[in-house]
């Protein structure tokens, strides 16, 4: 069995949803399954629809990770404005370095 970790979403309305998250698993998924407004995942995590824009928040930047460089371009296309802490959260794959991270859902 694959150990999980938690995430956090925090809403535009400032609300937050709690989710255990399975170790390999994007958080573009896991917020599905956590059923996150704002995260719609229209492309089913192929980097092709942007509906999945998250804000990474500070401490987990790093440990996050910087988007490649088609997640980049991409970002570009997303609804609400992108940031430098923006990224898509179908390319954040849940790991230990990851556990307690915290997503801010854009407004849009």
């Known amino acids: 069995m694959k150990a ?3 995430a956090t ?3 535009p309305d400032g609300r937050e949803i709690v989710a255990e998250v399975p170790e390999g698993r994007n ?3 896991a917020a599905l399954a956590a059923g996150v407004p704002g995260v719609i995942g229209e492309c089913g ?3 092709s629809c942007a509906t999945c824009h998250v ?3 500070g401490p987990w930047a790093e440990a996050a990770g910087k988007p490649g460089d088609f997640e980049d ?8 404005e992108r940031t430098q802490a923006s990224r898509l959260s179908c390319q954040i794959e849940m790991s230990a370095a990851l556990d307690g ?8």
């Open 73 to 80: 371009a991409m970002l570009d296309a997303t609804e609400a």
């Open 45 to 47: 995590g192929t980097l």
């Open 27 to 29: 958080l573009m998924e």
């Open 101 to 108: 991270i915290v997503l801010r859902v854009p407004r849009v």
């Open 9 to 11: 979403w925090i809403l």
């Open 55 to 57: 804000h990474v928040e």
């Open 4 to 6: 999980t970790m938690k």
